[in-house]
């Protein structure tokens, strides 16, 4: 894979904001001073175009003021946040960036703005269907993709090519790559495989890649849990046996994201299964890594197809609250257009929701990952679209830990985890 460019400052003209942006909402007129407040997480990455952006919308905005709020690095945290706040009445706060999973638990809840009479048809074909597909309930759409994510494989390149290695289409393939390169480096600090085992919503994603790649599901057409079961036990177990074995270290089973990404950073890993935002970091001109990392599909297990990732990503809202909503509207279409996501991805550890921009003449120059992202975005696989996803995940995380922590065995995890996935569905099913 070509070596990233490294990126030092925010290039794009922001003056062709000014253009390009707001084509989707209602256009505001000057008057009283208002604040909008918007909550999002943290910008990972070189620089932070968000400043530069809501100073823009300012000034196309008289009388406006976009008070921008980052949340803590934990999405399970960003989701306590918000539904303490929107359950509580009158949030104090008036567009907010959301996981794509909370979008239909949102909309149900009634927390967040229909947008379809705001967005036309054109913008939505805009981007990655798998991308509207979450923000879509009751043909109403609901938010608007800012980002876009998917699950991928990180390897070192140069410790591949020193031993013969092309990057692994099996898991079988990777173990074995892991085992022969810590045999020759002889360095007992070198880890074979990082991925996210932590009990939370992360975890919960590295489980379903797993069962993806075994060609097992979480819920079949009509709601039943593991309906490829001994599938899904193999999926388990494979998790375990990598810890079993060595070729991850037993701490997986306490790492997220960022707990991942230092080490392998650091050098001192052979894989990483993590999101787009990481390879930015590993190409900084400081990085331990740079110029020696590149991404692959994640690979497969038995009865699986390569690349069987996770899509992921944020999406913007309004609230249902808000005392400004034509502002608020306008806001958030602004900072999902064409231009703001090109800001975005020129500045920030971030990829966008529209594919046309993986093929931009002047992005790929700055970033000639970004037609092989593509089609790792297009592959990728949402996580199961209802508004009660979160309450799937939040019973199902404690029996997965189970079994990577050596607590339970896969096949009891798996009937425990499906007499309550049961339970919960016939108690919420109208």
Known sequence: MARRPARAVLLVPLLLLALTAGGCGERAGSGALVTLVFKHAKILGPADPLPGLLRRFEARHPGVRVQSEALTWSSDEQHQFYVINLEGGSPPFDVMMLDLIWVPEFARAGWILDLTPFVPAAERDAHFPTAIEPAVQGGRLWALPWFMNVGLLYYRRDLLAKYGFTPPETYEALAA??????????????????????????????????????????????????????????????????????????????????????????????????????????????????????????????????????????????????????????LTCFLTSEAAQRAMTEGAALRPSRPSLYQDAALVARDPSLPALLGLMEKGRPRPITPYYLMLSTTLQPEFSAVLVGRKSPDQAIRDGTAQVEHLLRAITP
């Open 177 to 330: 790559q892991v085992r022969r390169i810590r045999a020759g480096e002889g360095d007992p600090r070198l880890d074979g495989y990082l991925w996210q085992g932590k009990q939370y919503e992360g975890g919960m994603v590295n489980v379903l890649e797993a069962l993806w790649a075994n060609g097992a599901r979480l819920l079949d057409d009509v709601g039943r849990p593991f309906p490829e079961r001994e599938r899904a036990r193999e999926s388990l177990a494979f998790l375990r046996g990598l810890i079993e074995s060595g070729v991850s270290p037993a701490w997986v089973t306490a790492a997220d994201e960022e707990l991942t990404r230092r080490p392998f950073g650091d050098g001192r890993a052979i894989f990483l299964r993590n999101w787009p935002y990481a390879l930015d970091l590993f190409e900084l001109p400081d990085s331990r890594v740079r110029g020696k990392v590149g991404v692959a599909p994640l690979p497969r297990l038995r009865h699986g197809p390569v690349g069987a990732a996770s899509t992921g990503g944020a999406h913007l809202a309004v609230s249902a609250r808000t005392r400004h909503r034509t502002l608020a509207v306008d």
